[in-house]
């Protein structure tokens, strides 16, 4: 078992940062791949970013947002730049097991006033 917790959630005024955080804890060293998704009232959650060696983004974000990973921590961080509205969401962490297994975090709200 994997077990995640998010922080760093907030509000912030459009074009603001925020920085995410995502610590895993339990059988960590079976994580290969972690990332970020975000789900808005009304929408289905979406991909946002991942790492996994290589680094992969959403379009609606490539270019503000950057993913990092502290491997020593057990972590994974989201580093929001020039956000706007649209960005407002629960986001949420992910781990990916090498046995296929998908882990969720609990989710931090970001809200981003115009």
């Known amino acids: 078992q994997v077990q995640l917790v998010e922080s760093g959630g907030g509000l912030v005024q459009a074009g603001g940062s925020l920085r995410l955080s995502c610590a895993a804890s339990?059988?960590?060293?079976?994580?290969?791949?972690m990332g970020w998704y975000r789900q808005a009232p009304g929408k289905e959650r979406e991909f946002v970013a991942s790492?996994?060696?290589?680094?992969y983004y959403a379009d609606s974000v490539g270019g503000r947002f950057t993913i990092s990973r502290d491997n020593a921590k057990n972590s994974v961080y989201l580093q929001m730049n020039s956000l706007k509205p649209e960005d407002t969401a629960t986001y949420y962490c992910?781990?990916?097991?090498?046995?296929?297994?998908?882990?969720w975090g609990q989710g931090t709200q970001v809200t981003v006033s115009s």
């Open positions: 790492m996994a060696g290589n680094t």
């Open positions: 992910k781990a990916r097991t090498s046995t296929g297994t998908d882990y």
């Open positions: 339990g059988r960590t060293f079976s994580i290969y791949l």
